[in-house]
Structures are given as C-alpha cells and as structure tokens.
C-alpha cells in the first residue's frame, strides 16, 4: 500500500520475472542443514563426543561441504563417513536445491566403547 494514495502494490505474479529479486540462503544456513544431516545419518554419539560441525563454501548455486565429527570405536569409520557424505549431499541438495559436489568429511576423534559394549 502506498502511502501518498492508498493504493495496494500489485501481485508478485504481475511483477516481471527479471525484476521480483533472488534469494540467497547465507552459508551459515547451509552449514547447519549440513551438520543436522550428518547427526541424522549417524547412531547416536558416545558420551562425550561433540555433535558434528559443519562449514561451508557456498558459490552462486553450489555448496562445498566439510563436516568434522567424532565416533565410536570400534566401528567401521569408512562405512560411516560414506553415510555421512551420502546424508549431506542429499539433504542439502534437496533443502537448498544447490549442487553439493563436495562432501569432505574429517573424524576428529575417536571414542573407545566401555568394556562388554561394542
């Protein structure tokens, strides 16, 4: 509504597609889709370990993904990570429709399980 005649401004779908904007999702948001993705694809974290992190580099319509993250040991770290690339790629992509072509995961650290658990 404008001030000087009181008159509504017209649709979004009146306005020309060259002239409505663009939307940009910061890097920060992508970067916590990245690091929930990675807490989904993983059991639940040993006590003590750090939730995952993630950082991100996102250019134009593309997210270079790094997720540092911690795990129980023994376990198969390489099946592991592989689900976590996989969970991010999909998850990102499909929340932010960018291209993920990157997913570098980093294991920080490893938790041994108590004695009788593994």
Known sequence: MTAETGAVSPPADLV???ERGALRIAD???AKI????AR?????????????????????D?????????????????????????????RVSALTEMEVPEVAVRVE???LAPHGRA
């Open 28 to 30: 920060r948001v992508v």
């Open 40 to 60: 989904e694809a993983l059991p639940p974290p040993p006590a003590g370990a750090a939730a995952p992190h993630a950082t991100v580099v996102v250019h134009r």
């Open 16 to 18: 020309p597609p060259g």
């Open 62 to 90: 593309t997210a270079r993904v790094r997720v540092r993250l911690e795990l129980g040991y023994p376990c198969d770290v390489g099946a592991r990570c592989a689900a976590v690339r996989h969970q991010v790629a999909e």
């Open 34 to 37: 990245a690091a929930q993705a």
């Open 109 to 111: 650290r490893l938790h």
